[in-house]
Structures are given as structure tokens and as C-alpha cells.
């Protein structure tokens, strides 16, 4: 497989740290809040890369954290009165609850930051102990970039980020501009914890240095994971924070790839709280089922940012419709050995760095070819038995198609609505039968009156809502 790392700029092969194995990590949300299509971006993207690699033979290990302590986190706990504790449950449960909406599988590991504080303060006190973090008067513990030969190296942003760097320069009790809290020195009216350098609580990168090297990390080996990935907004300085506290406390690389997904866009503006313009994955699942919204976001390619509308998701929800009306052409047939044309075909494009536009186009191939083939040859089982097979293993591969295409098509419509549908549906039946022939296309233009469209089909005749 090849990928593109972004410390390199350029696309390489992956070549695990042990044979077979992948060990990948991904930054997880700050959990103060509802997951929004920013986050749902990223989880699909890299739900994509495990499902990828999984295929290709590799024992995977996926980690995701929680960050549950935060200053965002703090802030809403004294605005609303709720305590910490309540506030990350119920938002991490609501994460969790949207990604799988989305089809995002389970990650291996999910740390969170308050149940790994014994291994964030043995970092801290590493860096301490090795000259590589230092204290302020206030007792926080500052990293020392300094002292870091490296620093930079991931990211190659230091000197063009005047405006971070103005913006964080001012903190006091730094040495450097660039230096950042390791351990926050307990304030009024802050949550704390107990360190040997004092009462506080952990900055945020340290915890997933910290957790990545508790909880996944090779301990004999140059690096500590394969891939290391997250949007790109956390390259500089999450990551480059990151990269440097693990080099400095383990003397060992963090990732050796690193890889980040594009920003997602409302009305041509990055989506952020500040624009006012954020999109809650929760309130999108109130309009559109799960998987149409991860077709849609899996449908452009990892890197680049995404420009979100509606217009473009029904479309998108109009090209995933002709896999399940293929798989309601094959309704009643078991799965059988998925057609090894089409899966070198979809499985090459996504060992080329994720290509889905190369990976979806060759599925829009399979159900042009699969739809020629029945209408041509309507008897052939053994076809559909391989089609049907082809299609459950799309589903594992891309987590697209594997709902029932009946229920797909009658997505939204109440109990009632089906049965009189149906009951149309039958009658018109009956009045082809007696070679009704006016009747029958009335009651078809009936139903299209309904917004039902019909397909009358080898197998029978099938019908779908029209959006």
C-alpha cells in the first residue's frame, strides 16, 4: 500500500515497523461538546485506512482517545453546573453513538485522559528529570523546545506561524515563545490532581504522547506506532508537540507516518464554533440516514477539504441508491464468493493512498455490469450468488450496502404509507394480469403522484420513494 505521509509531502509505501502489524492512533474529540461533520470527517477517513489495511492482511490495533479534561471542559462545567465527570460521559456516549450511525467501527483502545494520569505524570517527570521541561514559578511545568534539536522537523511550520507564535508568546513564566505547558499549575476554581512537581492538571498534548506510549507503542523498535493520523489542524503544534515530548522522554520516534485529513466546508468558510456556521452530526442524522451521510463524506478524498451541501449529499445519495437497487434485483439470494475481478479492482485503488474516486467508480462499474448481466442472463444463480457476495463485501470494506435494500427505499415513509403502497402495487398487478392495461397504468400513475417510482423487474416489480 502507499500513503501519503505528511512530513514527507509526498506519497511512499507503507512498510510497517513489524511484519504484518499496524499500529495507528488517532486524535479523538475534546468531549465538551456534540460531535459535528468535522469530526465525523475524520473518524470515516481513517475508519477507511484500518478497514483498508485489515483487507490487505495486517493485524491492526486502532486507538482513539477522549480528552476529558480540558479548559473547555472546565468552562462549561461552572456555565452549566454539571459536574466534569457527567459532562464527558455524556458527550463521549454521543460520540460514540454518532460514529456508529456513521458506520465507524469500535476503535481497540480508547484512553482517555483522566483514566491514563499516572503515565502523564511519569512523562512529565522524565522530561523534568532529563533537563527537557522545566518549572515556572507558579509550579507549571513548561516543555523546553529548546532542548529539542528536532523541533520542527514534523510540521516545518515554526517559522512561518508568526501569528501562533504572537499569540502564545505572551504566557507567563516560558523560556521560549514556542514552549507549552506539560502540567497546568492548580488555579481557583480548577480541577486538580496530584504530581510530585505539584497539584495541577496535564496540557493536552502530553496526554496523547503519554497514552500512545502506555497503551500501543513498540518498545524495542526506532518508532513507537506506524501511523500516527488526525485532521489537519492538529499538525502544528499538536502533533509537532507531541513527536517532540516522545522523542525527548523515549528517545524514540512517535509515527513513523503521519497522516491528516482536509477541513470540512459550510458556504465556502472552514467549519468552526466561531463562524457559527458548526454542523452536529446528530442534527444531520435527523434528516438523512447514517450511511448517506458516510457516503457522502467518504466520497472525496481523504486530503482534501471538503465543501458540504445538501444538494451535493442528495446526489451522492442518488449514486449509493444503484448498489441497493441492484441488491433489491438480487433480494432472497445468499451470499456467495465475491467476483475476484471486482475486488482487485476496488482493493488497488484504495492501496493508492485511499483513492475512493477510483475505488466508487469501479463500484459503478460492478452495478452497470452486474444490471446487464441479470437483465441479459435473469436465471443464472450462480452470477447472483457472486454478486450478492460481491456486494456484502463492498459493506465490509467501504461500510456502504449492507442494509436491507427494501427498507433502504422505503426510508422515512410510516407503516401505513407502505401498506397502501403496496396495496396499490398489488392491484396493479392483478390488472396486468387481466390485461387491464388503462387501469393498471393509472394506478402507476397513482403512485407517481405518491412520489413512488415502480421498476418492473424479471423478479417482479419494485418500487422506491423518489426524494
Known sequence: MVIYDSVLKKKVPFVPVLDNEARIYVCGPTVYDDAHLGHARSAIAFDLLRRTLVELGYNVTFARNFTDIDDKIIKKSFETGESIEA?????????????????????????????????IIEMIQKLIDNGCAYQSEDKTVWFDTSKDALYCSLSHRCSDDEDTMARIAHEEGKRHPR?????????EKDVCYDAPFGRGRPGWHIECSAMIDRYLAYKETEYEIDIHGGGADLFFPHHENEAAQTRCATHRKLAKYWMHNGFVNIGGEKMSK????SFFVKDALRHYDGEILRFYLLGTHYRANFNFNEEDLLASKKRLDKLYRLKKRLYGIKCGTPEKHWKKEITEALKDDLNISKALAAIDEFIAKAN?????TPKDKSFKLSAMGTIAWIDKLLGIGGKDAYEWFQMGMSKEHIIQIEALIEARNEAKRAKNFSKSDAIREELSDMGIRLMDTPSGTVWERVQ
Open 179 to 187: 514552549d507549552f505547558a506539560l502540567w497546568k499549575a492548580c488555579k
Open 372 to 376: 446487464e448481466h441479470i437483465d441479459a
Open 274 to 277: 466561531s463562524l457559527g456556521n
Open 87 to 119: 459532562i464527558t460521559k455524556k458527550y463521549t456516549d454521543h460520540y460514540l453513538r454518532d460514529m456508529r450511525a456513521l458506520g465507524v467501527l469500535d476503535a481497540d483502545i480508547s484512553p482517555r485522559a483522566t483514566e491514563a494520569l499516572d503515565a
